[in-house]
């Protein structure tokens, strides 16, 4: 069982920074895809980006490519998600999820292949 743990939600002004972490625990030997959502009221759940342990290849929606970096500290088991420019369009609660295994291209940002999921944290830009 892994269990995951985010932190970092904050509210911010248009154009300002946070970097999310996520720390795992629990988690065996192997490769993981672990991914970042998002999910703003009354809409549902987005992928935003992901990242293969097994050779630090990394996935980005389209609306955040180019803004936010994904990345993996093995040494500390913590998932980061950097935010760069963000504006009002980025408010979200927003989740870390983790799948053991190999990453499928095709649905590494979409929820159904996660097993997963942490609780979440709050991210809410003003303009």
């Known amino acids: 069982q892994v269990h995951l743990v985010e932190s970092g939600g904050d509210s911010v002004q248009t154009g300002g920074s946070l970097r999310l972490s996520c720390v795992l625990s629990?988690?065996?030997?192997?490769?993981?895809?672990l991914g970042w959502f998002r999910q703003a009221p009354g809409q549902g759940r987005e992928g935003v980006a992901a990242i293969y342990t097994g050779g630090r290849i990394t996935y980005y929606a389209d609306s955040v490519r180019g803004r936010f970096i994904v990345s993996y500290d093995s040494a500390k088991n913590t998932l980061y998600l950097q935010m760069n420019s963000l504006g009002p369009e980025d408010s979200a609660m927003y989740y870390c999820a983790a799948n053991p295994g190999a990453a499928n291209e095709d649905k590494v940002l979409l929820e159904d292949d996660y097993l997963y999921w942490g609780q979440g944290t709050r991210v809410a830009v003003s303009s």
């Open positions: 629990g988690r065996g030997y192997g490769s993981y895809v």
